[in-house]
């Protein structure tokens, strides 16, 4: 039953009771009328003995053997009779009519009553007693008999005989009726149900289809709803919850299509700025190659690292990088052409692939890139940050393998470029090879082995006072350059950088602390009057035992601290303004003084000067750049002046080349200015012994 | 019936002490209840009414054998009556009827004798002969002869019977024994034009009447027999006297007695009678017969004695 189809249940269920009934019913017919036959059979023998019994009673009586031969040949006449006997009261047979089967010895005894007195597969014998017949008479006449009343006197016997052949046929044509009307019956009946389970089951079986095919995926599947009752409904049911469906299937196609772009396009781009990220740089790089490789023009590949960025997330935290990242990739991208792709591929690295243009075009673009990062500021609540940008320029041309070679080449440009002191771009080669940029946790060894070993240069950039008040005796900014064997020279800026990074920036400061005492001492034991500018990183302000460790040294050497004035960044003090006031407060106890760096570059700058109170300023570049003809640096730089002057601060143009500015700064009252119109930059051993020592 | 004798015997045990007076306690003994007994009875009752006689009943169920006094004379009524009443053994006169003649030989000839004369007399049933013959005459003018069947108890009464019949031409056919019978129809019929059953208990027999009437309806011969039951069955017609006659006869038998008579008169032949004719038998035989009524007026007109 589990197996079957819903057609083959409806004819099971329509078929087998109705075949069942059909079949008991003809049979129990057919079985009755088969009894009914041999009961008809039997009432045709008993009547027939029965009356040919008294009929004949006279011919026995009379011995009238011709009349009971006409009876006898009557009887056979009957149909079924196959004989018929009449016998007398000695069991004699008097007369016999047909084929007699019954035994002599049934003849010789009469039977009591109508009835059977033998039968066989083939004929049934039926007899019955001949009896003398009774008349009413007048009891007066009658003998006496003294109590012997008259009896029913058996005068002799009949016997029929039936020849059951016609019966057995008779049987057998109502079997093969009652067989031929089950048949007939069962084979309208099974047309019938046939019809029945197929108008049922077809359209069941069209909702299967139709669901195996929604089932497939076809979801514009639909059923013809013409079916009328409950398969009417399941059909409209079926058609309503396909288009729902299908409906659905549709929007959520819609959704999971937009989800996907939206992936793709994640995939592909820097959630943060909106610009493509490395991957997807690095693919259209491999493309551009390829195009190039083909045949197409050569382009131009700018690996852009920012400049001061760290200090900006220290400071400001994340928030404020995430949105300097976001502008300054505005801003590059405002320089950029529509063909030209910029991507961001690290925290604070930029890449920017410039399309068919290489040589003068491409440096110009690096150096406008530089320009806009130098020129940018960040201004986050009340601080500002100047940042920078490290370029490496690479060219991809044909004979570059693979795109491994640019980003190699250009990675290396950009770290040279860094190092080289910062905000300017390097042009490298992708097939050059030159040394891959040792890795950052090369640094410490490399500059403790430097101050181990001596290999950090100590430079001395003089200052010349330009005002008669200013400070009497040499003065001189002290700087570095690491100096490794078959190695350009690194740069302060570069070589702070590291050190900072590195946590090494400490040791560096101590380094120039102890030069710079040492010199102290030498100067003042030869009376000489020396003043030294050291800069001092962050790092070595928030230290505690940085100003304890000057005063031991000073204590130790026993020289004042006079010539000592501490440099270090207006946006450094900005940033730890309590850690900066108690190292000022520190120093200053020892009679050391303090000097702010690039100085007027924020807006914070002026409220820096009343709560440090440095001893001197120097000035930051971009107000120094453009004296010639720019009437609003000149003006911005005169009240600084004006301001300084006013709190006795001195201050100190620096990178001053042009003699002409050191007239205008004169001028102006900048008490000391340093640069190549005033000195160039020596090894301070040198100018120590040239200078100071000769004077 | 060895009830009805028993009552008998007690009851005229008692009687047979008392002085004889005639006519005045009159038993009447049934050989059943039913039937044409208890239509003598009935009948007899009535008749009687008029008289002084005290009537007690003997064989009937509510039988009033009570009556304390010694009948002075009793009716047997039937065959068996009147056996049992002669067995008895009592000198009571016994007045015998409803029963044939033959009948009443034999049983008187086998319990009564011995018995004084004028104490046993009896009403047969049997007609007498020339009344049957002019019942013949007048119901079939034109048939001349008439066939009998005699036995035994016959064969006695054929010589008067010839002589009565006068007219008419006796031919007879003596039967011994059943087998026999059939034969001995079949012999007779085709000589005469009818048969005439006289009453014979060895010959008109229950279990014979069928075989002899369809015997002759197939000779075509008509039947004139002894009683309604006869006729009833197939027979063409019948002369006989009803229980009720008898009865009337035997109450005119006794009240014509003389007081003090000792003897009882000869025996009686019916005095009157009643016809019965089979019209279905007769449009059988294709026979065209006169109405019973016109029959007994030319009955007695022919000047049968009542």
Request: aromatic content about 6%; overall charge negative.
């Amino acid at each position: 039953m589990k197996h079957l189809n819903i057609r083959q249940r409806l004819l099971l269920i329509t078929l087998l009771p109705s075949a069942l009934m059909a079949i008991v019913l003809v049979t129990f017919f057919t079985m009755s009328g088969l009894r009914t036959l041999e009961s008809d059979l039997n009432a045709h023998g008993h009547a027939l003995v029965r009356y040919l019994a008294p009929i004949s009673e006279y011919g026995i009586i009379s011995g009238q053997i011709e009349s009971l031969h006409v009876l006898a040949q009557t009887s056979v006449q009957e149909p079924g009779v196959k004989a018929a006997i009449i016998v007398n009261q000695r069991g004699r047979a008097v007369a016999v009519s047909g084929r007699v089967s019954l035994g002599s010895e049934h003849l010789r005894r009469p039977p009591q009553q109508a009835g059977v007195v033998a039968e066989n597969e083939n004929w049934i014998a039926f007899g019955a007693p001949v009896m003398r017949s009774l008349s009413e008479a007048d009891a007066l006449y009658e003998p006496i008999t003294s109590g012997v009343e008259s009896r029913n006197e058996v005068i002799g016997a009949v016997f029929v005989e039936f020849d059951k052949g016609e019966l057995a046929q008779r049987q057998r044509a109502l079997v093969l009726r009652g067989l031929a009307i089950v048949g007939i019956g069962l084979l309208l009946l099974a047309m019938q149900a046939i019809a029945i389970a197929d108008s049922a089951a077809h359209p069941v079986r069209r909702l299967v289809l139709a669901v195996r095919s929604m089932s497939n995926g076809q979801f514009d599947t639909r059923v013809n709803a013409d079916s009328s009752g409950e398969f009417g409904i399941l059909e409209r049911g079926f058609n309503e919850m396909a288009g729902h469906i299908e409906d659905v299937h549709a929007s959520m196609q819609e959704r999971i299509e937009e989800a996907t772009a939206m992936l793709a396009f994640q995939a592909r781009h820097d959630a943060l700025t909106g610009l493509l990220n490395r991957r997807e740089f690095e693919q259209r790089l491999e493309r551009a190659l390829l195009n190039v490789q083909a045949g197409g023009e050569e382009c131009s590949v700018l690996f852009i690292d920012l400049d001061r960025f760290k200090p900006v997330n220290d400071t400001c935290g994340h928030l404020a990088g995430d949105e300097l990242l976001r502008q300054i990739s505005q801003l590059f991208q405002g320089r950029l052409r529509e063909e030209d792709t910029l991507a961001r591929v690290g925290g604070d690295e930029f890449c920017i692939l410039l399309d068919n243009c290489t040589g003068p075009r491409a440096r110009q673009v690096a150096e406008d890139i530089c320009g806009l990062a130098a020129a940018y500021r960040f201004i986050w609540q009340d601080k500002v940050f100047a940042i920078g940008a490290s370029i490496g320029l690479s060219t991809v041309n044909r004979n570059v393998r693979n795109i491994n070679d640019i980003l190699a080449a250009g990675d290396a440009a950009c770290y040279r470029a860094k190092e080289s002191g910062r905000n300017q771009f390097i042009e490298q080669l992708p097939n050059a090879q030159p040394e891959r940029r040792q890795e950052a946790n090369g640094w410490s060894e490399r500059i403790s082995g430097a101050l181990a070993d001596g290999r950090v240069l100590i430079e001395a950039m003089p200052l010349r006072a330009l005002q008669p008040d200013a400070m009497t005796g040499h003065l001189v900014e002290i700087g570095a350059r690491l100096s490794e064997p078959g190695q350009p020279s690194i740069s302060l800026s570069a070589l702070i950088d590291a050190a900072e990074r590195n946590d090494l920036a400490p040791t560096v400061d101590r380094y120039f602390i102890d030069q710079a005492i040492k010199a102290l001492v030498r100067a003042e034991k030869h009376g000489k009057e020396l003043h030294c500018l050291v800069p001092i990183s962050l790092a070595s302000i928030c230290q505690r035992d940085t100003a304890s460790y000057i005063a031991q040294q000073l204590a130790l050497f026993n020289v004042g601290g006079r010539g000592l004035c501490l440099l270090f960044s207006e946006e450094e003090s900005a940033r730890k303004s309590t850690q900066v006031l108690e190292f000022s407060r520190s120093i200053r106890s020892v009679g050391c003084r303090i000097a702010l760096d690039d100085f007027g570059g924020g807006l914070s700058s002026f409220s820096h000067l009343r709560a440090i109170a440095p001893d001197c300023v120097k000035l930051s570049r971009s107000l120094t750049r453009d004296l010639n003809g720019n009437r609003a640096s000149t003006a911005l730089l005169r009240a600084v002046q004006e301001i300084t002057s006013d709190l006795d601060i001195y201050t100190l143009a620096d990178g001053v080349d042009d003699p002409a500015g050191l007239q205008q700064l004169s001028e102006i009252g900048i008490t000391y200015a340093e640069g190549l119109a005033v000195a160039p930059s020596e090894p301070f051993q040198v100018w120590f012994e040239g200078v100071v020592m000769r004077s | 019936m060895a009830r009805i004798v028993f009552r008998a015997w007690v009851l005229l045990l008692a009687f047979t002490l008392l002085p004889q007076a005639m006519a005045a306690n009159v038993a009447l003994v049934l050989s059943d209840n039913g039937g044409p007994y208890a239509e003598f009875a009935t009948s007899f009752e009535e008749f009687s009414s008029k008289s002084n006689w005290k009537i007690s009943y003997v064989g009937k169920i509510d039988g009033q054998a009570s009556a304390q006094t010694r009948p002075d004379l009793i009716i047997a009524v039937g065959s068996e009556a009147f056996r049992a009443s002669l067995a008895l053994g009592v000198n009571t006169p016994i007045l015998a009827t409803l029963i044939p003649r033959h009948s009443y030989d034999k049983i008187f000839s086998e319990f009564g004798r011995g018995r004084p004369r004028g104490m046993t007399s009896a009403i047969v049933l049997d007609q007498p002969a020339a009344r049957l013959g002019a019942f013949v005459r007048q119901l079939l003018p034109t048939y001349q002869r008439v066939g009998l069947l005699s036995s035994d108890e016959t064969r006695s009464q054929l010589p008067a019977l010839r002589q009565s019949l006068g007219g008419l031409i006796i031919d007879n056919e003596d039967v011994s024994g059943d087998p026999a019978l059939l034969g001995a129809i079949n012999t007779l019929l085709p000589r005469v034009n009818l048969l005439l059953a006289l009453p014979d208990s060895s010959i008109y027999k229950r279990d014979n009447i069928k075989a002899i009437l369809v015997t002759t309806f197939r000779h075509q011969r008509p039947v004139i027999a002894f009683s309604k039951a006869f006729v009833t069955a197939g027979a063409l017609a019948a002369i006989y006297s009803t229980p009720s006659q008898l009865a009337r006869q035997s109450t005119d038998l006794l009240l014509a007695l003389p007081a003090g008579a000792t003897a009882l008169p000869a025996i009686q032949m019916p005095g009157q009678f009643a016809i019965s004719i089979n019209s279905y038998v007769a449009q059988s035989l294709n026979l065209d017969l006169p109405d019973e009524a016109s029959l007994r007026r030319a009955l007695q007109a022919d000047g049968a004695p009542k």
